[in-house]
């Protein structure tokens, strides 16, 4: 019996990027690598921003975007701004969430 080719979108979502990333894939140690210099770094990026104003956009999210452009060779940051709107290793990499504006 074929099965109807509707497409059935869930206005909610109860699987999380971590989940869907393989435990075996070759971007988690990385991410615990990049996670534990950022840790060390982040005295030093706290020191350069301003205590008042609008806030900005984390740099640890920023240098993790541009890791994945090196790491994929995307030849433009508007090209790495499309993949993070749809690639969810990508966002689990960057620590965005699902549904998260890029």
Do not use: T
């Not at 699987?15 to 615990?32: F, K």
């Not at 534990?36 to 005295?43: D, F, G, K, R």
């Not at 701004?81 to 969430?97: A, H, I, K, P, T």
């Amino acid at each position: 019996m074929r099965g109807s080719n509707e497409r059935s979108e869930s206005l909610f979502s109860s699987v999380s990027c971590e989940a869907r990333v393989p435990a075996s894939h070759p971007l988690r140690p990385i991410w615990a690598m990049v996670d534990e210099a950022l840790e060390v770094m982040s005295p030093a990026l706290e020191g350069l921003y301003s205590k008042f104003g609008r806030p900005s956009i984390p740099p640890e999210k920023l240098l993790r975007a541009l890791l994945l452009q090196a790491f994929y060779s995307i030849r433009s940051e508007r090209q790495l701004m499309e993949q993070l709107d749809y690639n969810l290793l990508f966002r689990w990499f960057v620590g965005l969430s699902m549904d998260a504006p890029v």
